[in-house]
């Protein structure tokens, strides 16, 4: 791989970029591996680097269906926060903030992580009470958060209306290091470090089964031939039922669609991200000037990555009522994933009921953040076969036993 | 837009008329049912990729449960019925059938 560089761009500037190569190879999959894992999302890309990387695995293969990146991890609103309530939660999306903070250096490519502070706004006295709670259990876990006012609020996003007749601001949780990264970018260069240590990357290669013996897998069906596997990793988000049903086992987890929006571009106008959880919707502003905005997911069951029209018209409402400057602006664009959700809104990282096979799903409305914590932890879970101190908490057998991981205020509005 | 009629007032509603209720069917376990049953009556759901049966509620309208057999990829409705039956109807099935040559996803 030839690393990417200021130099390298001086270098090509003086003979016409011909001598950039490809990011990533495409190779035909070979008969077998010894881990494969299924979904080309952040997640499933963060899960085969760190197999090498931290574990020496370079035998494997990351399949998908589509194009790398394609599903939610290029459709989502890449708000990246760690302020969590329960403390494993805590531990696995700091992992994942902090390596955000190293990301582009680590890589070799800049996916413009912008630490630019993320504001969730507390709008009603219960809300209120919610984030206090979340900033002294954030003090304990050692995630720099903080309970501002009202005036604080108004200071760091001037164009907010703090005094709305509805649901006025009363304060605000603020997690300065929280922020934004370019979402491709992550997937393409956890991509681009996976196949240059000897990890194919198989696009256009969907899994369509999965084969087993006595209880242990030997590998997946695919659109491309059998593909043999000692280890096999489901990573694919949405889909996770689909997988689990190929597997023989079924998940607590429910799959609908959430959507977003982007405006045209306008001049810099906020350079926060903030959401508003009580009124449904969140808004920060792209480098390209677009104002990026999410709000609600589906109420109901959905695999069609559209979403219905009057979530965008409550989240509209939303936000037109508390950055009144935004009501004349014309959206642009507008499309949907399907988000996996868990009942306690929190992931699944956890062996299955199948031998060899191992699955990373439920990070619903809430996963982009999480990527890099989230492959560091699975990729220990597979490898060493059986969870280190980040991924324990979130095995299946949690529903059973009761041992919720309750983050239904935290993750709040989709996000 | 998802457009359901409610079996009970005959009302063809909107769904921001309507409260989802998830998975229908699911068959409720008692005192004597082991863990692994009451956990998988508790959380484990189907959430196919295709036909569905679910339970919606005519929340903005007569306020009643009932079921509807939708596919979750096309959001084609096959048939809404009432919520006092414990497994879809031979009619609603029939009428998934028509549509789902092949069909296997009952039970
Ligand atoms: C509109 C929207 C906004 C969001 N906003 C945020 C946000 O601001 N912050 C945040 O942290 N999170 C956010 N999320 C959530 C976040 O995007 C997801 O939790 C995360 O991207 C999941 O990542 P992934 O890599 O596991 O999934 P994906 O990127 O969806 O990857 C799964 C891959 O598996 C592939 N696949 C599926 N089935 C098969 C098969 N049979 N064979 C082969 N491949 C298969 C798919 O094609 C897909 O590429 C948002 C999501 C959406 C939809
Ligand atoms: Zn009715």
């Given at each position: 791989m030839r690393r990417y560089s200021a130099f390298a761009i001086a270098r090509e500037a003086v003979r016409y970029h011909q001598g950039w190569e490809r990011a990533w190879r495409s190779p035909a999959p070979r008969p077998a591996y010894e881990v494969v894992v299924v979904g080309a999302?952040?997640?499933?890309?963060?899960?085969?680097?760190?197999?090498?990387?931290?574990?020496?695995?370079?035998?494997?293969?990351?399949?998908?269906?589509?194009?790398?990146?394609?599903?939610?991890?290029?459709?989502?609103?890449?708000?990246?926060?760690?302020?969590?309530?329960?403390?494993?939660?805590?531990?696995?999306?700091?992992?994942?903030?902090?390596?955000?903070?190293?990301?582009?250096?680590?890589?070799?490519?800049?996916?413009?992580?912008?630490?630019?502070?993320?504001?969730?706004?507390?709008?009603?006295?219960?809300?209120?009470?919610?984030?206090?709670?979340?900033?002294?259990?954030?003090?304990?876990?050692?995630?720099?958060?903080?309970?501002?006012?009202?005036?604080?609020?108004?200071?760091?996003?001037?164009?907010?209306?703090?005094?709305?007749?509805?649901?006025?601001?009363?304060?605000?949780?603020?997690?300065?290091?929280?922020?934004?990264?370019?979402?491709?970018?992550?997937?393409?260069?956890?991509?681009r470090a996976c196949s240059a240590m000897g990890i194919d990357i198989i696009q256009r290669c969907e899994v369509t089964g999965i084969t087993q013996e006595r209880g242990r897998v030997t590998g997946v069906e695919t659109t491309r031939g059998h593909i043999g596997a000692k280890k096999?990793?489901?990573?694919?988000?949405?889909?996770?039922?689909?997988?689990?049903?190929?597997?023989?086992?079924?998940?607590?987890?429910?799959?609908?669609?959430?959507?977003?929006?982007?405006?045209e571009p306008i001049k810099p106008a906020i350079d926060v991200v903030v959401m508003a959880n009580t009124v449904h919707g969140y808004m920060s502003q792209s480098d390209k000037g677009e104002l990026v905005i999410g709000g609600g997911a589906d109420g109901y069951n959905n695999y069609t990555q559209r979403g219905s029209f009057h979530h965008i018209e409550e989240t509209v409402r939303a936000l037109v009522e508390t950055f009144p400057?935004?009501?004349?602006?014309?959206?642009?664009?507008?499309?949907?994933?399907?988000?996996?959700?868990?009942?306690?809104?929190?992931?699944?990282?956890?062996?299955?009921?199948?031998?060899?096979?191992?699955?990373?799903?439920?990070?619903?409305?809430g996963g982009f953040k999480s990527i890099p914590g989230s492959g560091w932890a699975m990729a220990e879970l597979v490898a060493k076969d059986a969870p280190?101190?980040?991924?324990?908490?979130?095995?299946?057998?949690?529903?059973r036993e009761g041992r919720f991981i309750d983050e239904s205020v935290a993750a709040g509005v989709a996000h | 837009m998802l457009l359901l009629e409610?079996?009970?007032?005959?009302?063809?509603?909107?769904?921001?008329?309507?409260?989802?209720?998830?998975?229908?069917?699911?068959?409720?376990?008692?005192?004597?049912?082991?863990e692994e049953e009451f956990a998988?009556?508790?959380?484990?759901?189907?959430?196919?990729?295709?036909?569905?049966?679910?339970?919606?509620?005519?929340?903005?309208?007569?306020?009643?449960?009932?079921?509807?057999?939708?596919d979750t990829v096309t959001l084609e409705v096959f048939a809404t019925y009432s919520a006092q039956t414990l497994a879809p109807p031979e009619e609603v099935l029939a009428a998934i059938r028509r549509k789902r040559p092949g069909w296997e996803g009952w039970p």
């Amino acid at each position: 791989m030839r690393r990417y560089s200021a130099f390298a761009i001086a270098r090509e500037a003086v003979r016409y970029h011909q001598g950039w190569e490809r990011a990533w190879r495409s190779p035909a999959p070979r008969p077998a591996y010894e881990v494969v894992v299924v979904g080309a999302g952040g997640h499933g890309l963060a899960t085969a680097y760190y197999l090498a990387r931290n574990h020496g695995i370079t035998d494997v293969a990351v399949l998908e269906k589509g194009w790398l990146g394609g599903g939610n991890t290029g459709r989502n609103t890449t708000i990246i926060r760690s302020n969590y309530l329960q403390d494993p939660s805590a531990a696995i999306y700091e992992k994942a903030r902090s390596l955000y903070e190293t990301m582009s250096r680590d890589l070799n490519m800049n996916v413009m992580f912008s630490p630019r502070g993320v504001l969730m706004l507390a709008q009603t006295e219960h809300e209120k009470r919610g984030y206090l709670r979340t900033a002294h259990a954030n003090r304990l876990q050692g995630v720099a958060t903080e309970f501002i006012g009202p005036e604080r609020v108004k200071e760091l996003v001037p164009i907010i209306n703090v005094s709305g007749p509805r649901y006025p601001v009363l304060g605000a949780l603020w997690q300065p290091r929280g922020g934004t990264a370019r979402h491709d970018a992550v997937a393409w260069a956890y991509a681009r470090a996976c196949s240059a240590m000897g990890i194919d990357i198989i696009q256009r290669c969907e899994v369509t089964g999965i084969t087993q013996e006595r209880g242990r897998v030997t590998g997946v069906e695919t659109t491309r031939g059998h593909i043999g596997a000692k280890k096999l990793a489901i990573v694919v988000a949405g889909h996770s039922g689909v997988l689990a049903e190929m597997a023989g086992f079924r998940l607590p987890i429910e799959s609908v669609a959430l959507q977003a929006l982007v405006s045209e571009p306008i001049k810099p106008a906020i350079d926060v991200v903030v959401m508003a959880n009580t009124v449904h919707g969140y808004m920060s502003q792209s480098d390209k000037g677009e104002l990026v905005i999410g709000g609600g997911a589906d109420g109901y069951n959905n695999y069609t990555q559209r979403g219905s029209f009057h979530h965008i018209e409550e989240t509209v409402r939303a936000l037109v009522e508390t950055f009144p400057i935004i009501s004349r602006l014309r959206m642009m664009r507008q499309w949907g994933g399907i988000v996996d959700m868990t009942g306690d809104r929190s992931p699944i990282l956890s062996k299955t009921p199948l031998e060899g096979c191992y699955i990373n799903a439920g990070w619903g409305t809430g996963g982009f953040k999480s990527i890099p914590g989230s492959g560091w932890a699975m990729a220990e879970l597979v490898a060493k076969d059986a969870p280190g101190p980040l991924a324990a908490p979130f095995g299946l057998e949690r529903f059973r036993e009761g041992r919720f991981i309750d983050e239904s205020v935290a993750a709040g509005v989709a996000h | 837009m998802l457009l359901l009629e409610c079996p009970y007032c005959g009302v063809m509603a909107d769904e921001t008329e309507l409260a989802p209720g998830g998975e229908a069917h699911i068959a409720r376990r008692g005192p004597e049912a082991s863990e692994e049953e009451f956990a998988a009556y508790l959380f484990e759901r189907k959430n196919p990729r295709g036909v569905h049966f679910e339970r919606w509620r005519h929340a903005a309208g007569c306020g009643k449960w009932f079921h509807a057999a939708r596919d979750t990829v096309t959001l084609e409705v096959f048939a809404t019925y009432s919520a006092q039956t414990l497994a879809p109807p031979e009619e609603v099935l029939a009428a998934i059938r028509r549509k789902r040559p092949g069909w296997e996803g009952w039970p």
